[in-house]
C-alpha cells in the first residue's frame, strides 16, 4: 500500500504562484506514475500533470506552461509549480499515484483558492 499527503496548498492572489508537495510512504519502491489531478465544484476531476519514475511528463489539455510538475524520488515526493494562477485554477488538487500493477492511490486532497 501506499499512502499520499498533499501540502502547499491555500489562498493566493490572481496572478500569484504555488507549488504543492505530495509525499509518497508506504510500499514506495512499487510507485511508478505520480501525478496531479484537480477538482473544482461542480466539475469532473480533471488531470493536471503526471511523471513517471524516469521523469516522462505528461500535461493536461491546457496545462503546459503554467504548471510544471517534477519529482525526487529519492524524498518519493512530487511538486506542483504553479505560475500566473487565475480564480478558474481554484479547486481541491489531489495526488495520485501509480504502482507496477496498475494500482491507484490518492491523496486527501489540498485546496488552492485564488482571489480576483
Known amino acids: 500500500q501506499v499512502q499520499l499527503v498533499e501540502s502547499g496548498g491555500g489562498l493566493v492572489q490572481a496572478g500569484g504562484s504555488l507549488t504543492l508537495s505530495c509525499a509518497a510512504s508506504?510500499?514506495?519502491?512499487?510507485?511508478?506514475?505520480m501525478g496531479w489531478y484537480r477538482q473544482a465544484p461542480g466539475k469532473q476531476r480533471e488531470l493536471v500533470a503526471e511523471i513517471s519514475r524516469g521523469g516522462s511528463t505528461n500535461y493536461g489539455e491546457s496545462k503546459k506552461g503554467r504548471f510544471t510538475i517534477s519529482r525526487d524520488n529519492a524524498k518519493n515526493t512530487v511538486y506542483l509549480g504553479m505560475n500566473t494562477l487565475a480564480p478558474e485554477d481554484t479547486a481541491v488538487y489531489y495526488c495520485?499515484?501509480?504502482?507496477?500493477?496498475?494500482?491507484?492511490?490518492w491523496g486527501q486532497g489540498t485546496q488552492v483558492t485564488i482571489s480576483s
Open positions: 495520485r499515484a501509480e504502482d507496477v500493477l496498475r494500482r491507484n492511490f
Open positions: 508506504g510500499s514506495t519502491f512499487t510507485i511508478h506514475n
